[in-house]
């Protein structure tokens, strides 16, 4: 749900943005990571450390169970300490997106060539980054890490740092 009061100046829109274990291990790479989403003027409304046990990784990628790729990723998922962040800005969802690139590595690296994807990527399992793909699933992807977070709530609070004028 966009925030669009006539008093904003612009649409204020919220993703969930994971810096997944393979970035965590590299502390360059993950100060790089950070860096990238405070020079895209996005606010970082909440960010975390956290480790997943197996059993979150299942449910999380449960659209996933069946494919080939999935004993690898839930194992990944759940192999070491991730950073995940609700940001937000006008365009969060499609503008974080962007920013990591495809998520194939090497489809990366041809199409996306300065994606973060295409930069830090180690293969298409171990891709550095998770971005919701929706609004719905920002939504629903906000409340599985920060299940203590109410987005109409924030909404409702961040509305004057969106007007326009002076
Ligand atoms: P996304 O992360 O770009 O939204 P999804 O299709 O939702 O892409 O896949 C979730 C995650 O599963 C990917 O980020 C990646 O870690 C892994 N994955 C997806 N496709 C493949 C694949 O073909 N080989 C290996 N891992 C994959």
Not at 16 to 31: F, Q, R, S, T, W
Not at 116 to 122: D, H, M, N, T, V
Not at 141 to 154: D, G, K, L, M, N
Request: proline share 5%; aromatic share 12%; net charge positive.
């Amino acid at each position: 749900m966009a925030l669009t009061t006539a008093r904003c100046a612009k649409a204020l829109q919220l993703t969930l943005a994971v810096i997944k274990p393979d970035a965590v291990a590299h502390p360059l790479v993950l100060e790089a990571l950070h860096e990238k989403i405070l020079e895209n003027n996005f606010i970082i409304v909440k960010a975390k450390e956290t480790v997943w046990r197996r059993q979150d990784s299942e449910r999380f990628y449960a659209e996933h169970k069946g494919r080939f790729f999935y004993q690898r990723l839930v194992e990944f998922m759940s192999s070491g300490p991730m950073w995940a962040y609700i940001l937000a800005r006008e365009e969060a969802v499609s503008h974080w997106r962007a920013m990591m690139g495809p998520t194939k590595v090497f489809r990366a690296r041809y199409d996306a060539p300065g994606s973060i994807r295409a930069r830090f990527g180690l293969t298409d399992t171990r891709n550095t980054t998770h971005g919701s793909d929706s609004e719905d699933s920002a939504w629903r992807e906000i409340a599985f890490f920060f299940p203590e977070f109410s987005v109409a709530e924030w909404m409702e609070r961040a509305e004057p740092a969106f007007r326009a004028g002076p």
